[in-house]
C-alpha cells in the first residue's frame, strides 16, 4: 500500500464518496484513497432512520457505489481507520494506528458524531443514536423486545424513527424541548401539521419537554423521567438532538472554524491544500444571505464534493447550489427546497387536510424556500422561484390552482 496519495479523503460517507467518484469523472487520473473509521464501504445514511431501519431495505441496497465500482476507478479504501492528526505543512496524517501517510491535496470529509445527553443514564444500553450501519443495526437487533419507546429531539430524524417504531406497533413518545417539532428548520404550519400527523399515529408528542434523566435497571435503560417527576417507561431510547462536526485534528492543525471547518467559495480551508465538504464545512451560502452555515444534506456534501474536484483538476466554479433535502415520515413524503432562515411570511398552498400542500416561504416578498408535503409539483416548479428570488403575488402563491410555474404571470 502506498503511504502518499496524490488526493486523500478523509471520511467514507456521501461527500467523501462522491469526491472520489467526481474526481474520475473530471479524468483526475492521480491516486486517490479514502480513510474511514467506518468498516464499511460507503453507504446512504438516510434510509438508516427510514427503510433500512424498517428492514425494507437491505444493507448492499444501500451502498452508494457497489464494491468493485472503487476497484474499478483506483480508489484505495483504507476502512476502519480514524484521522486523529493532521500536519499541514508536511501535507501528512496519522491515523490511530500510528500510520502517517502523505498527500498532495486533503480533502476533509467526516460529517459529524452526534450530540449525546449528559444526563445521568445517558449511556446505558438501550439509549440509541442514528448516525452509522452499527447504530441502526443495534436498534434493530433490540426491536423485538421493545414495547414502549422514547424519542428525545423532534428534529427529522427523531420523527422518521418515531414512524418507523409506530409501524412497528411500539408505544412511541416523542419529547421535544421546544414549543413545536422541526422549529429549527420548518415554520409553524408544518410543525402543527407533523405533530398531528404522529399523535394520529398514536404517537404521544410531548412539546417543551424537559429531561431529567434516563432510568436504569440491571444496567438497561427501562424508561425516561421527566423534570416534572413523570417516568415514561422505555426499553430503547432514541436521542436524535444534532451533531457535532468533526473536525477536531483540522482545528487543531490550525485551520479556522470552530461550530465547523471554514471554507471559502471553492470549498478551501484556510490551511494549505485542504479543503472541507459535506457536514462539517462552514461555508457562506448565498441561499441563507451569505450567511457562514453549515448544511446537513446529501445535496450539499454531494455538490460540495464536485466543487472540490473541479477545483483540483484545474475547472474551478463557485459552489452555488439551491440546497434541497426529504424526509419520508408515514406515506408522507416532504421535499424542501431552499432554506427557509429568517423568512417573514409563511403561505400555505393547499389544504393540510387532504395531506398534500405546501408551505411557501416569503422574506420581503422574494420566495426563500418551499417545503412540499406530497406534492412533488410544486417542488420542482417552485425550485425556479427559489433560484431567482421571485417576488410573486401571494394570493396567486395561496392558489393551488394556479401552477408554481404560471404564478409569476399576470393574472
Ligand atoms: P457522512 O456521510 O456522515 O460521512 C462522514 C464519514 O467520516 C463517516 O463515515 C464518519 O464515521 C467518518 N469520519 C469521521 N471522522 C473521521 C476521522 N477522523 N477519520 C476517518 N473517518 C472519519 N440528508 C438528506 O438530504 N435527506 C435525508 O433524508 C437525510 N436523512 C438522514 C438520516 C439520518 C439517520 C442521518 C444520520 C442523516 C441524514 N441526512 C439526510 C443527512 C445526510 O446523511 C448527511 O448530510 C450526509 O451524510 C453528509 O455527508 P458527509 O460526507 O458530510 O458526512
Keep these: ?9 478523509v471520511g467514507a460517507g456521501h461527500g467523501g464518496a462522491q469526491a472520489a ?4 469523472q473530471n479524468k483526475f487520473t492521480g491516486s486517490i484513497a479514502i480513510v474511514g473509521d467506518e468498516p464499511e464501504l460507503p453507504y446512504e445514511r438516510p434510509p438508516l432512520s427510514k427503510d433500512y431501519l424498517a428492514g425494507d431495505k437491505t444493507f448492499e441496497r444501500i451502498l452508494i457505489r457497489p464494491p468493485a465500482f472503487w476497484g474499478e476507478r483506483d480508489v484505495a479504501m483504507l476502512t476502519s481507520r480514524r484521522v486523529v492528526a493532521v500536519e499541514p505543512q508536511a501535507h501528512r496524517v496519522t491515523t490511530d494506528d500510528g500510520t502517517t501517510i502523505g498527500y498532495t491535496y486533503l480533502i476533509w470529509a467526516t460529517g459529524g458524531a452526534p450530540r449525546r445527553l449528559t444526563c445521568a443514564g445517558h449511556d446505558l444500553v438501550g ?9 441502526a443495526d443495534r436498534m434493530r437487533a433490540e426491536m423485538a423486545g421493545v414495547t414502549h419507546a422514547v424519542v428525545i429531539g423532534g428534529g427529522y430524524i427523531g420523527l422518521e424513527a ?7 406497533g411500539k408505544k412511541v413518545t416523542v419529547l421535544e424541548a421546544l414549543d413545536r417539532v422541526l422549529a429549527r428548520v420548518a415554520g409553524e404550519p408544518l410543525s402543527r401539521f407533523y405533530e398531528a400527523e404522529h399523535r394520529a399515529h398514536g404517537v404521544d408528542v410531548r412539546l417543551n419537554a424537559r429531561v431529567d434523566c434516563i432510568v436504569e435497571q440491571d444496567g438497561r435503560a427501562v424508561g425516561v423521567r421527566l423534570a416534572d417527576g413523570e417516568v415514561l417507561p422505555a426499553q430503547m431510547v432514541i436521542v436524535g438532538i444534532g451533531i457535532i462536526p468533526a473536525v477536531q485534528p483540522l482545528i487543531a ?8 471547518v471554514a471554507v471559502d467559495a471553492q470549498c478551501r480551508t484556510s490551511l494549505p491544500d485542504i479543503f472541507a465538504i459535506g457536514d462539517c464545512a462552514l461555508h457562506a451560502n448565498r441561499f441563507a444571505a451569505g450567511a457562514q452555515i453549515r448544511l446537513e444534506s446529501v445535496q450539499n456534501a454531494n455538490d460540495q464534493a464536485t466543487t472540490v474536484a473541479r477545483a483540483i483538476t484545474g475547472n474551478p466554479v463557485d459552489y452555488d447550489a439551491v440546497p434541497w433535502f426529504w424526509s419520508n415520515q408515514y406515506d408522507l413524503r416532504l421535499q424542501t427546497v431552499g432554506l427557509s432562515i429568517g423568512f417573514d411570511e409563511a403561505i400555505v398552498r393547499g389544504d393540510p387536510a387532504t395531506r398534500s400542500f405546501s408551505v411557501v416561504y416569503l422574506k420581503d416578498g422574494r420566495v426563500l424556500a418551499l417545503d412540499c408535503v406530497n406534492a412533488t409539483k410544486d417542488y420542482v416548479q417552485g425550485r425556479a422561484l427559489v433560484l431567482e428570488g421571485a417576488r410573486p403575488d401571494p394570493a396567486r402563491l395561496a392558489d393551488p390552482a394556479i401552477p408554481l410555474k404560471q404564478v409569476l404571470e399576470p393574472a
Excluded: C, P, Q, W
Aim: no cysteine.
Design 21 to 24: 467518484i467526481a474526481l474520475r
Design 253 to 260: 492543525a490550525g485551520a479556522e472554524g470552530g461550530n465547523g
Design 1 to 9: 500500500m502506498s503511504d502518499r496519495y496524490d488526493v486523500l479523503i
Design 162 to 168: 418515531a414512524a418507523v417504531l409506530a409501524k412497528f
Design 127 to 135: 439509549v440509541h443514536t442514528v448516525r452509522t450501519r452499527a447504530d
